[in-house]
């Protein structure tokens, strides 16, 4: 069965910092990798996707990730953060099968 | 158009009681799944449903849990003698069809608490 890690559960920065948040999973197969967010009182809303093709994938709101098969690694980047990007953050991985994968989530505080 | 909805968005029970969670999918998705996103375990899938097949059970913790899915759209999670270990963020997701390159799109939620 696939795991999903991010190693980061916590991660304070202030504002104009940039951002990279680590997700690690495990299967041999074919994968299709998605990150989350979930602001406060919000619901999940997804950020990016890769399912093929360039491994840099760009997202909504100037994120991107970078798909290294190599490593089974899917970091999420961005250059500058806002205060309004407090969020929790999550790593997904699709497998054989349907369901989402999820890691334990990186709780970020971006401080103004 | 419309997103994924869920009723209702809180519900406080008591232990043992029975309770039922609904989600209404996204018109026209076939797919549909449910999750549950609690403190000490994360974000779990529980089951999912797709078209007429049977559904995939695999995630549900016990027995105590059950879900079904009408007319291939509006679902109910259902969750007998609930224990306090069950309270969590129930979660509901859907997509045009199962498989590798389809997204899900997630509801806001159920928040239970048993007490």
């Known amino acids: 069965a696939q795991s999903v890690s991010q190693h980061n559960h916590h991660v304070i920065l202030s504002e104009a910092a940039s951002l990279e948040l680590g997700c690690n999973y495990s299967?041999?197969?074919?994968?299709?990798l998605f990150w989350y967010v979930q602001y406060p009182g919000q619901h999940l809303q997804l950020l990016l996707k890769?399912?093929?093709?360039?491994?840099l994938v760009k997202g909504i709101k100037g994120f991107e990730a970078e798909f290294i098969k190599s490593k089974f690694s899917f970091n999420l980047r961005k250059p500058s953060v806002q205060w309004s990007e407090t969020a929790e953050y999550f790593c997904?991985?699709?497998?054989?099968?349907?369901?989402?994968?999820f890691g334990g989530g990186t709780r970020v505080l971006v401080k103004p | 158009g419309a997103g994924v909805s869920q009723s209702p968005s809180n519900k406080v029970t008591e232990k043992g009681k029975d309770v039922e969670l609904r989600c209404d999918p996204i018109?026209?998705?076939?797919?549909l799944y449910w999750y549950r996103q609690s403190l000490g375990q994360g974000l779990e899938f529980l089951i999912y449903?797709?078209?007429?097949?049977?559904?995939?059970k695999s995630g549900l913790p016990s027995d105590r849990f059950s879900a079904e899915r009408t007319g291939g759209s509006v679902s109910t999670l259902t969750i007998q003698r609930t224990q306090q270990e069950d309270s969590a963020v129930y979660l509901c997701?859907?997509?045009?069809?199962?498989?590798?390159?389809?997204?899900?799109?997630f509801g806001p939620g159920t928040r239970l608490t048993v007490t």
């Open positions: 997701a859907s997509s045009s069809r199962a498989g590798l390159y389809y997204e899900q799109y």
């Open positions: 299967y041999g197969g074919t994968v299709n």
């Open positions: 890769y399912f093929s093709g360039d491994p």
């Open positions: 997904a991985v699709k497998a054989a099968g349907n369901k989402l994968t």
């Open positions: 018109s026209g998705h076939t797919a």
């Open positions: 449903f797709q078209g007429n097949s049977a559904p995939d």
